[in-house]
């Protein structure tokens, strides 16, 4: 596996996600249970205009550089595919999703 000096949301074009920002699905509330338990997390949103790429793709990443990929269907809708570490967790549940995001941030 290839070793990068920096988390792959640096390496990719995104744009941060707020609070304020909102897919309109579960996922909202998914980055506002991560947010509250982890409050120094930065979301960010893959910018994938005009590059014909999927652009439901997000990372969490906190100031120590902890980053966790979360993808989605369409609208932000379930199901939630977690990458976090090595591991990939397709995950279904709001609740499931926030607490394995914010166990891995929070490592």
């Keep these: 596996m290839t070793e990068y000096p920096q988390p792959l949301s ?4 995104h744009r941060i996600w707020s609070a304020a920002d909102a897919t309109g699905g ?3 509330e998914v ?6 338990a982890v409050p120094e997390v930065e979301v960010r949103r893959l910018d994938a205009r005009g590059r014909g790429e ?3 793709v997000w990372w ?4 120590d550089r902890r980053e966790a990929q979360v993808d989605t269907a369409a609208g932000g809708h379930a199901p939630f595919h977690l990458d976090v570490d090595t591991e990939r967790r ?6 499931e999703a926030a607490r ?3 166990a891995f941030l929070r490592a």
């Design 31 to 36: 980055f506002a249970l991560v947010r509250s």
């Design 10 to 13: 640096e390496r990719c074009f």
């Design 54 to 56: 999927d652009d439901h």
């Design 26 to 28: 579960p996922l909202d």
């Design 90 to 95: 397709d995950v279904k549940e709001v609740a």
């Design 60 to 63: 969490l990443v906190t100031p």
């Design 100 to 102: 394995l995001l914010t």
